[in-house]
């Protein structure tokens, strides 16, 4: 909105975020918000401590690729990625499409319906599909980046709509989770088995802060300060 001004406050009182790092990142490329209004909230899908537990280390053979379905990419801009992945006979790719309608899912079915033949579909609870995978992958979702809360690494590819998208380029210097074409994609799927788990928990802490923290909980105290005061 470059007619957007930022001179009086737009959208919700209150934003809840994952981190710091959000907060800042919000801060840096929006003016629809102010630092009052952001607030650290945490994730509104947390992880759960005793149904959900952390691989120790990625599993032997194939790899297992998680490629998140995303409602505002281009398809056309993805499918050199995900074809070249298919191609591929030591990866395993698993589809993460929304529960409900899910537009690239919708696309697919029109235009390359013999793809969802070809994969495994997942629709249901993103931290069981992330637990069944090894590596997540995706052009611009946050929910690449939940793989970091069960420590599993993440690689982004590059489309011309999102670019990269969350400056993950900049976050690492060795370049490990951003991939300019297929081939690069590729190749940094098969090197993520070689990130160390203290590498993924820095990464863990920046994006996610504390990936148990239940963001909806969050919501839900806002909702209920809110009615106290206004009954008053």
């Known amino acids: 909105m470059p007619e957007f001004d ?69 398809p056309k801009q993805v499918m050199p990625y995900l074809l070249a992945l298919l191609d591929v006979k030591d990866l395993v790719v698993s589809l993460k499409f929304r529960p409900q309608i899910d537009g690239f899912e919708e696309w697919l079915k029109l235009n390359r319906p013999d793809i969802l033949k070809r994969v495994k579909i997942l629709k249901g609870n993103i931290h069981e599909a992330i637990f069944e995978s090894d590596v997540v992958v995706g052009s611009h979702s946050t929910s690449v980046l939940e793989g970091l809360a069960q420590l599993k690494p993440f690689v982004f590819f590059l489309t011309e709509k999102w670019g990269d998208y969350f400056d993950i380029k900049d976050v690492d210097a060795q370049n490990r989770f951003f991939a300019q074409n297929p081939e690069e994609l590729i190749n940094k799927i098969r090197k993520s088995v070689e990130v160390p788990k203290e590498d993924l928990k820095k990464l863990q802490e920046q994006f996610l802060g504390n990936p148990y923290q239940n963001g909806a909980q969050w919501l839900v105290d806002q909702a209920i300060e809110f009615a106290k005061n206004y009954a008053r």
């Open 6 to 74: 930022g001179e009086k406050p737009l959208s919700l009182d209150q934003y809840g975020l994952w981190s710091d790092w959000w907060r800042g990142y919000y801060l840096q490329y929006s003016r629809a918000f102010k630092p009052e209004q952001l607030y650290i909230s945490g994730s509104p899908r947390p992880l759960e401590k005793e149904t959900v537990s952390i691989l120790p280390a990625l599993a032997k053979g194939a790899l297992k690729v998680l490629f998140i379905a995303e409602q505002l990419a281009e």
